[in-house]
């Protein structure tokens, strides 16, 4: 059975930075494309960053683009995600995800495990 649990999640002010994890079991890190997306209140799921099965491409969506980095530990077969020079529009519900093969992808139809997600809370 294929399991994400998020955490890392809280409240920071806008500037401030904040590193989300996600532990996965069922499936390794090191096979699969994984990514992180997020959701904000009466908003459509946005991609914010995507990182291939051997962590050797990444890349991010523009409105975090410079600002938040996608990485994994593959001992720990964990995803992170950090998150520098918050604003208050990325306060949102961030979820991780597997892709259903090894590349990373923005396309949220392309994943097929999802965690629970995790509250980010910016405060201006």
């Known amino acids: 059975q294929v399991q994400l649990v998020e955490s890392g999640g809280g409240l920071v002010q806008a500037g401030g930075s904040l590193r989300l994890s996600c532990a996965a079991s069922?499936?390794?890190?090191?096979?699969?494309?994984m990514g992180w997306f997020r959701q904000a209140p009466g908003k459509e799921r946005e991609f914010v960053a995507a990182?291939?099965?051997?962590?050797?491409?990444?890349y991010s969506g523009d409105s975090v683009k410079g600002r938040f980095t996608i990485s994994r530990d593959t001992a720990k077969n964990t995803l992170y995600l950090q998150m520098n020079s918050l604003k208050p529009e990325d306060t949102a519900v961030y979820y991780c995800?597997?892709?259903?093969?090894?590349?990373?992808?923005?396309?949220?139809?392309?994943?097929?495990?999802w965690g629970q997600g995790t509250q980010v809370t910016v405060s201006s």
């Open positions: 995800a597997f892709a259903r093969s090894s590349w990373a992808t923005s396309e949220d139809r392309e994943y097929d495990y």
């Open positions: 069922g499936r390794t890190v090191s096979t699969y494309g």
């Open positions: 990182i291939s099965w051997s962590g050797g491409v990444t």
